[in-house]
């Protein structure tokens, strides 16, 4: 599949059908029209968009509420919700370098009329007269803003590395959750056939035990920034922890429908030369290390937060302790759990 979608000179990708024809047409001449204006105004201001502009006289968004450009937006939001984004498996076909065609129906537009829509719902989210719903539906923490995110980051010079990769799609909906693994495989630019083969007869333990592994020899400590374990009550919309199988601490669970990066990308170092690092907004976590540095293979010993819980049957040779502070654990690169 990763060569097929590589080497496409486009990709088609279907939306499904309307419930109203007429209104999906108004709503792709609407953004055709927006990509025009908007274009010529990042040009007159040499890449730079200026929101003034864009006022409640501005003919693309009249803030009435019931005019035909507002039905048009409502439509332009409608095909941002639609359940197509949520699937981890477009990130093959969306987020592919190259021309990318949605089609609903029978009428189509391009991909970078997607992304145009994207980027100007987070640039004009403060001013008063742009659409809100659209704003809203497009927002960062969308799935359509994930998925326009992923292909901007594909078409950037260099190779994408795998926790890169996984903690992009790790949102995503999929009915079996080892596709999260196996979708990250068909772009990451490290893995070949032989490192991981995609294998369904593999169970999940198996298949999440093989990419930590790999994600720990060729990144060291960045995986396991995707690692979260959560304390009572805390953010119990995005976890999956009581389902089974339960995984070893050190292995991330990619039923967690969470937005944290790999542990390098957010790490800071305090005073006392500790580093820190911000999984999720509002929160904060101490790291402390020994015999092991960032960005280096994970050998000998990691300080984990305090929060961490060991599931119940996990080896006790796995753990070294449990210090007052901190929760201890070593990993020599042969456990499995």
Not at 189 to 197: G, H, K, L
Not at 268 to 295: C, Q
Not at 304 to 319: I, N
Request: charged share 25%; proline share 6%; hydrophobic share 40%.
């Amino acid at each position: 599949m990763k060569g097929i979608y590589e080497g496409a000179a486009s990709v088609f990708a279907w939306l499904g059908m309307p419930d109203d024809d007429a209104q999906i047409k108004d709503a792709i001449d609407l953004m055709v029209k927006s990509f025009d204006v908007f274009s010529e105004d990042i040009e007159a201001l040499d890449g730079g968009i200026h929101p003034v502009k864009w006022d409640k006289d501005h003919a693309l968004f009249p803030h009435d509420g019931c005019s035909d450009t507002d039905q048009a937006w409502r439509t332009v939001t409608a095909i941002c919700d639609l359940p197509y984004f949520r699937r981890v498996w477009i990130h093959q076909e969306a987020t592919t370098p190259g021309e990318v065609r949605f089609w609903i129906g029978k009428h189509n537009f391009d991909g970078d009329l997607m992304l145009m829509i994207v980027l100007c719902a987070h640039r004009f989210a403060e001013v008063w007269e742009f659409p809100a719903g659209l704003a809203k539906s497009v927002g960062m923490r969308s799935h359509i803003a994930h998925v326009t995110m992923a292909r901007v980051d594909r078409e950037r010079p260099g190779p994408q590395p795998l926790v890169d990769i996984l903690a992009d799609v790790r949102i995503a909906s999929c009915a079996d959750q080892r596709d999260k693994v196996f979708v990250a495989l068909a772009h990451a630019a490290e893995i070949s056939t032989m490192d991981i083969v995609v294998d369904y007869d593999r169970s999940l333990e198996e298949v999440y035990l093989d990419i930590a592994h790999f994600a720990l020899e060729r990144h060291g400590l960045d995986m396991l920034g995707l690692v979260y374990t959560h304390g009572p009550g805390l953010h119990p919309d995005f976890l999956s922890l009581a389902e089974a199988p339960r995984l070893p601490t050190w292995v991330p669970d990619w039923r967690q429908r969470l937005r944290i990066m790999a542990l390098t990308n957010e790490v800071r170092v305090l005073e006392d030369g500790s580093p820190i690092y911000n999984p999720l907004p509002g929160t904060i976590t101490k790291y402390e290390t020994k015999g092991a540095a960032l960005r280096k293979r994970l050998s000998k010993t990691i300080m984990a937060p305090t929060c961490t819980r060991w599931p119940a049957g996990e080896r006790s040779s796995t753990h070294a302790g449990k210090p007052r502070a901190t929760h201890e654990h070593s990993w020599d690169g042969s456990n499995s759990s």
